[in-house]
């Protein structure tokens, strides 16, 4: 397994700690809104990435945070609260603002075929996302050990990491401190106390412009709340233990989100957060950037409302490398919705009563398998993952499909691999197999009124008809 490594700045030989055994993080949602297509790319390729070490031979031990507390709408301390934003905007409680945009996420989770976490399981939800207001005493005993070591301090609005006080501070960017500073903007900061512009909260309190905020909790210093940045080191040191294999998200958190987390780990517990650091690029929708001024943050909801399947918006994703910006056009769904019906198609073929079964080799679907997987295990190859699937459904002669079981078998095998559902495709309904045995009845007696009034009957029902010289062929023209 070879990965890109954000740290290193170049693709790695992949090395575990532990023989067989990978631990991985991958940043959640903050639950204060539905997940764009820009979140929903972020969520395939974290999937793809545990899929490919999986199917290379390790046991994956993943967690994933959900944000239901402490995230400003800036990556640094300034801003409202999202959650409370969101409280505001629909009129609801917080609590119930995370509850519905959890269940909304977890959705799509589901329609894109996109595992849920395994390392963890929620006492009170009874799933496995670590949400961070499950973890406030871990983010608390972070605290006290940051100011116990003298890399936290406090002022009367919160306590913040003094990025001045770990040497390696940025290292992840890139960036060094003192080139932060010149692009620092005193201006914004609501906090005079803080002796740095790139501190940052690991606590707040319930004072000045946060003396309202619904979520607050005891602490030693009094009542407050986590910064965002805290509950990922506290939830990956309550979950997997620290230092992980390898930590995920996008491009956006290498500037302060994952510095931050870094940061706050090292300083704490005096060793490294994790050792491969995974981005995946942003999404241009139109070859411009999303914004909600341009009403183009687009959510699944959006997708399947315009007729597109998710799983075509899954396949768009893996068209492109993961490292690579991605421009979402509609007629680039358009095209991968037809792919995938076209696979669909392919994977239809053992269904076709008027094709030869062709018994393949006892190990060459093993080697197609192996062929994928080892695309995915360079750096996560879903490029060459689909080129080498599209070449070997090319490879099959008209007039011939595969034997029913070893379709199934490379079909279980890709899906365990791509997701994309072509395993398992049911046959037509008896009535329908009927209506085409009347359409050939009717046209072996040249009636072509009745041929194409059946025809018709069958378009309707999402199957397209056509006449070979080995008999009818079907094919379904939707999901």
Known sequence: MRLYNTLHRQVQNFKPQQPKTATLYTCGPTVYNYYHI???????FNDTLRRALTATGYEVKHTMNITDVGHLVSDADEGEDKLEKGAAREGKTVWEVAEHYTDAFKQDMAALNVQAPNSYKSPKYHDTYARATEFIDEQIKMVEALLEKG????????????????????????????????????????????????????????????????????SPWGQGFPGWHLECSAIIHGTLGDPIDIHTGGVDHIGTHHPNEMAQTEAAFGHPLANYWIHNEFILVDNTKMSKSKNNSYTLKDITDKGFHPLALRLLYLQAHYRSELNFT???????????????????????????AVRLPDDEI????ESVTTA?????????ALAILFRY???LAPGMTLDAEDFDRLTAGLDELLALNLS?????????????????????????????????????????????????????SSF
């Not at 820009?38 to 395939?44: K, P, Q, S, T």
């Not at 329908?432 to 378009?459: C, F, G, N």
């Open 38 to 44: 820009g979140n929903l790319r972020n969520a395939v």
């Open 393 to 395: 459904v090319s490879k």
């Open 366 to 369: 093993d080697k197609f398998l």
């Open 330 to 356: 509609w007629e680039s769904l358009e095209a991968a919705q037809n792919t995938l019906l076209n696979l669909y198609g392919w994977a239809d073929l053992k269904h076709q009563a008027n094709l030869a």
């Open 151 to 218: 890399y936290a301090y406090q002022t009367e609005q919160a306590i913040y990491f003094d990025v001045t006080k770990l040497a390696s501070y940025g290292e992840l960017s890139g960036q060094k401190l003192a080139d932060k500073e010149v692009a620092a903007r005193d201006e914004v900061v609501t906090d005079k106390e803080k002796h740095h512009p790139y501190d940052f909260a690991v606590w707040f309190f319930t004072v000045g412009r946060y003396k309202d905020h619904t979520m607050h909790w005891p």
């Open 376 to 384: 995915l295990a360079d750096d996560l190859g879903t490029t060459e």
């Open 424 to 476: 398992g495709r049911p046959d037509i309904t008896a009535p329908q197999k009927v209506l085409i045995a009347e359409r050939e009845t009717a046209r072996d007696a040249r009636d072509w009124p009745a041929s194409d009034k059946l025809r018709s009957q069958l378009a309707k029902q999402g199957l397209e008809v056509s006449d070979t010289p080995n008999g009818p062929r079907w094919r379904r």
